[in-house]
């Protein structure tokens, strides 16, 4: 059974895009040694990535190739995707995503980006955890690693560790579903684009 995870950055004010909804205050961190923290060995584990309509918006504009080769990549959106940067799938309702989630078998899932699709899964009780990496930048405004909704729950601290560069590393458990570790080879938000990264939410 599939567990469901999330691996994101945020600066120290709490925020994962500036007021421009750019990444560039990240970017100047992208030489930074996480050790055995690294995206790069994270990814490894990952076999389906869930992401908003926004975050698949923010990465199709970007020139460098598709990323996500390797993995099967699902985006959460009720409006088709012209001509998509590589192979994806889409849903548009979070409840049955979620029952597909949870049948998967052949790895784990990360839910790339921040913001509304995050906190919907968080809602449902169907994000299992989550690393935030804190980065020692205050930005002062942007778009904040939640969404102010009004839910409310006690994570529990798995472990926190000091990285390279003032970046602190935050592990924390969400959800107490059950689930068998795998071997790597709001009713509303089911009817309107679901925004992680630093794009802003658009209804239908």
């Known amino acids: 059974m599939a567990k469901i995870v999330g691996y994101i950055a945020a600066s120290l004010d709490g925020f994962i895009a500036d007021e421009s909804d750019k990444l560039d205050w990240l970017f100047k961190y992208d030489g930074m040694d996480l050790g055995e923290h690294d995206y790069r060995i994270f990814v490894k584990g ?17 020139p460098a190739p598709w990323a996500y080769g ?14 998509p940067k590589g192979t994806l799938e889409t849903r548009n309702n979070v409840e049955d995503l979620i029952a597909e989630l949870r049948g998967l078998d052949d790895g784990d899932v990360w839910m790339l980006g921040g913001g509304m699709l995050q906190m919907a ?3 449902r009780g169907a994000l299992d955890e989550i690393e935030i990496y804190i980065i020692p930048e205050l930005l002062g405004g942007g778009r904040p690693l939640f969404p102010s909704t009004g839910f409310r729950s ?9 990285l390279d560069k003032g970046c602190v590393r935050l592990h924390y458990r969400l959800s107490s579903y059950s689930f068998s570790p795998c071997v790597s080879t709001d009713p509303a938000l089911q009817r309107r684009d679901i925004v992680t990264d630093g794009s802003s939410q658009r209804n239908e």
Do not use: H
Request: charged share 30%; proline share 5%.
């Open 154 to 162: 006690s994570p529990e601290l798995v472990s926190a560790k000091t």
């Open 46 to 62: 990952i076999r389906t990535i869930v992401m908003g309509r926004g975050t698949y918006d923010f990465i199709a504009k970007d």
């Open 70 to 83: 390797e993995q099967r990549v699902i985006v959460v959106t009720s409006r088709p995707i012209e001509n």
């Open 121 to 123: 899964f968080m809602k």
